[in-house]
């Protein structure tokens, strides 16, 4: 299967990619991860010198899943890696002050560092922390992360996955966590792992998402109302009943704001009313808060890189293609 035939299989117009920040939903990325993995029967896309067969990942979830707590955890994923991959070397390290998830990846011939793109280090990263939230059923903050890869193009991409203390050209690969995910319970069930293997990789393709995060509770009250009478900041702590600060704080723990939270579904409404509604863009602009149409096309184009009917446009075609 060719890269188009791939695109189109998750939904994805080809043609939209050739916009600078051009923007899939995590639904859309979950499909053509799944679909390339299918493809070419290797859930480490050719990262590795030895394939990740397809299900590799459902067996290390079965293989974590009765860890006692998170730091358990991070120990069996890194001992199954070990087993199914070649080059990547996962190594914990634990002190009082962060959790070191360190990433190697080696010519296996000489046993040294081997420079590898940035993509490989994602990978390994989003099946790991993915992994380690899912189980302790809450999103585990990422402090920094130091990579011997040069810098990508796509960095605030990056960053968004990792977090915004990012150091690229190192002398070593690793990611430190808060210290204390590796004393937090494992929560999950295997009733639960049915759950969470149906909606992989789109739960955790970019940070995973607990459902029953302070986040989560305000992007559900926020989606019940319309954007022009989204509460602010005040409004959506007495609605939650805790005071301004106290949600200010927990927030920050979670690693968002509540206006990154607004901006973000305010964005994905955008997208879907534009992809699957005839409203007007004008009408569209209106309903999302936004007091002038043209304050919309700007908000759009600094979000996905493209006006609101370029990206109609793409939507359409593509719909027409399949």
């Not at 299989?9 to 991860?33: C, D, E, H, K, M």
């Not at 130091?146 to 690793?174: G, K, N, V």
């Not at 409004?235 to 690693?255: C, D, F, P, V």
Request: aromatic residues 8%; positive net charge.
């Amino acid at each position: 299967m060719g890269r188009v035939a791939l695109l189109e299989q998750a939904g994805i117009n080809p043609a939209t990619l050739a916009a600078p920040l051009a923007r899939v939903s995590a639904a859309q990325y979950g499909r053509l991860w799944s679909a390339t993995a299918d493809v070419l029967d290797d859930e480490f896309f050719g990262q590795d010198s030895h394939p990740m067969r397809r299900g590799s990942f459902a067996l290390l979830c079965h293989a974590a899943l009765g860890s006692r707590d998170g730091g358990q955890a991070l120990s069996r994923i890194a001992g199954f890696l070990r087993l199914v991959l070649d080059d990547l070397r996962c190594e914990i390290d634990t002190d009082t002050d962060t959790t070191r998830v360190r990433i190697r990846l080696v010519d296996t011939a000489t046993e040294t560092p081997s420079p590898r793109p940035m993509f490989a280090y994602a990978t390994a990263f989003i099946m790991i922390y993915g992994l380690l939230c899912w189980l302790v059923g809450r999103r585990i903050p990422v402090l920094a992360a130091h990579l011997r890869c040069p810098e990508p193009a796509a960095t605030a991409e990056y960053r968004l996955m990792f977090c915004d203390a990012m150091f690229f050209d190192q002398p070593a690969s690793y990611v430190d966590l808060a210290p204390g995910c590796v004393t937090l319970p494992v929560v999950q069930t295997a009733a639960t792992l049915k759950v969470f293997l149906r909606e992989a990789p789109a739960n955790f393709i970019v940070k995973y998402r607990n459902p029953d995060s302070l986040a989560a509770r305000i992007r559900r009250k926020l989606r019940q109302a319309q954007p022009v009478d989204w509460p602010d900041s005040e409004a959506i702590a007495a609605a939650l009943n805790m005071a301004e600060a106290t949600l200010r704080r927990r927030l920050k723990q979670e690693g968002t704001t509540y206006q990154s939270i607004r901006d973000a579904l305010r964005r994905d409404l955008a997208i879907a009313r534009l992809a699957d509604t005839t409203q007007t863009i004008a009408e569209i602009a209106h309903a999302l808060g936004f007091a002038e149409p043209s304050a919309f096309h700007r908000a759009f184009r600094k979000w996905t890189g493209v006006r609101p009917a370029t990206y109609r446009g793409l939507h359409t075609d593509v719909n027409a293609d399949a």
